[in-house]
Nanobody
């Protein structure tokens, strides 16, 4: 079992930055693909970014390309999401997820095996 705990969310003005962290415990995540999803009220949970186990490949949803960066520190068993130039449309609960495959950057929730409890990000205009 892998336990994931997100942190770093909060309230920020449009144009600002936040850095989310996802700390894993229970198992090393060095062989897992890791991802960030987000879910706004009344909407589905959608992929924001994903990174393979080695960090050699990543995927971003179009709306965050050039603004968000996913990274990982396998030695710290932690994944990060640096969010810059935030927009009100980025407001959502952000979830960390782990996929045991390690090699793919899946876009759907069913491709991920473990989930965190989520952290709220609110961007004011």
């Amino acid at each position: 079992q892998v336990q994931l705990v997100e942190s770093g969310g909060g309230l920020v003005q449009a144009g600002g930055s936040l850095k989310l962290s996802c700390a894993a415990s229970g198992r090393t995540i060095s062989r897992y693909t890791m991802a960030w999803f987000r879910q706004a009220p009344g909407k589905e949970r959608d992929l924001v970014a994903a990174i393979t186990s080695s960090g050699g490949s990543s995927r971003y949803t179009d709306s965050v390309k050039g603004r968000f960066t996913i990274s990982r520190d396998n030695a710290k068993n932690t994944v990060y999401l640096q969010m810059n130039s935030l927009k009100p449309g980025d407001t959502a609960v952000y979830y960390c997820a782990a996929d045991a495959s390690g090699w793919r950057t899946g876009q759907t929730t069913r491709e991920y095996d473990y989930w965190g409890q989520g952290t709220q990000v609110t961007v004011s205009s």
